[in-house]
């Protein structure tokens, strides 16, 4: 290989490496709080996460209706969130939503029960989280 394809290759391998995280405009997630040791169903969990807001799956890509509540179950599952701000509404997107949840399990371990505040998932400010076994 030609220095300048080498030097190509490897300019372009950096920017892949961080243009990509950058790009996703990652949810941020704080006061993340792992409440049990015993990571709860992977299946049952992926479908209790879209009952929130009377169901965000399939096209539905954001919570509708603006609730100042909501709770997202399946089985044992539960996933509750409430806006940090009282009486405010929750605006959240299906991708800030599951980003939010990937950013917990990222600190807690795959499906850890967890509490966490994510930020800017309500009209006014940020909502807390939590998903746990009932
Ligand atoms: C809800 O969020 C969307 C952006 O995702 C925004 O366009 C809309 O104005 C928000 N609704 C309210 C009532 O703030």
């Given at each position: 290989?030609?220095?300048?394809?080498?030097?190509?290759?490897?300019?372009?391998?950096?920017?892949?490496?961080?243009?990509?995280?950058?790009?996703?405009?990652q949810?941020?997630v704080?006061?993340v709080?792992?409440?049990?040791?015993?990571?709860?169903?992977?299946?049952?969990?992926?479908?209790?996460?879209?009952?929130?807001?009377?169901?965000?799956?399939?096209?539905?890509?954001?919570?509708?209706?603006?609730?100042?509540?909501?709770?997202?179950?399946?089985?044992?599952?539960?996933?509750?969130?409430?806006?940090?701000?009282?009486?405010?509404?929750?605006?959240?997107?299906?991708?800030?939503?599951?980003q939010g949840i990937k950013a917990a399990f990222a600190v807690c371990g795959q499906?850890i029960?967890?509490?966490?505040?994510?930020?800017?998932?309500?009209?006014?400010?940020?909502?807390?989280?939590?998903?746990?076994?009932?």
């Amino acid at each position: 290989m030609q220095f300048a394809t080498i030097l190509y290759t490897l300019s372009m391998l950096l920017v892949c490496a961080f243009s990509a995280p950058l790009e996703r405009r990652q949810e941020t997630v704080s006061n993340v709080k792992c409440t049990s040791k015993t990571p709860l169903d992977f299946h049952t969990s992926n479908v209790a996460l879209l009952q929130i807001c009377g169901g965000i799956a399939g096209s539905i890509q954001k919570c509708q209706g603006l609730p100042t509540s909501t709770t997202g179950q399946s089985g044992n599952v539960r996933f509750t969130i409430t806006p940090v701000v009282e009486g405010d509404q929750i605006n959240i997107s299906k991708g800030r939503w599951e980003q939010g949840i990937k950013a917990a399990f990222a600190v807690c371990g795959q499906n850890i029960p967890f509490t966490a505040t994510f930020t800017g998932g309500a009209v006014k400010g940020d909502v807390n989280v939590v998903y746990e076994a009932v």
